[in-house]
């Protein structure tokens, strides 16, 4: 009985020591560094709108202080009855403009 309690006693310390080793190797990939987010480049946009036949439409947005602007694009039906159009898409940071579709004359 004695030699069964060893042996039952020294498999639970080497599991405990198991799972010591693989919480450090958890711990250690972590990064120590404070990471600071910065506002992203491009984000994800969507907007729902009554029923268009338009595959495009120009959006501006501001988010964290930096403002957004492009072109996101018609996915079709928002719901089931027709009524409403779902346009979504990235739009970028940046000094651009949307194109004039008109020449000036």
């Known amino acids: 009985m004695k030699k069964f309690k060893i042996l039952l006693l020294s498999f639970v310390i080497a599991l ?3 799972f010591t080793a693989q919480a450090e190797n958890v711990r250690a990939t ?5 990471k600071v987010d910065v506002a992203s480049e491009q984000i994800f946009v969507s907007r729902t709108v ?8 120009w959006v501006t947005e501001t988010r964290n202080g930096k403002t957004y ?15 409403y159009s779902f346009f979504s898409g ?9 194109l004039s579709l008109e020449l000036e004359k």
């Open 69 to 83: 602007s492009g072109y996101i694009y018609n996915r079709g039906f928002a719901d089931g009855s027709g009524n």
């Open 30 to 34: 972590e990064s120590k560094e404070t």
């Open 16 to 18: 405990s020591f198991g």
């Open 50 to 57: 009554r029923f268009t036949r338009d595959q495009s439409m």
């Open 90 to 98: 990235y739009i970028r940071t940046g000094p651009h403009a949307p």
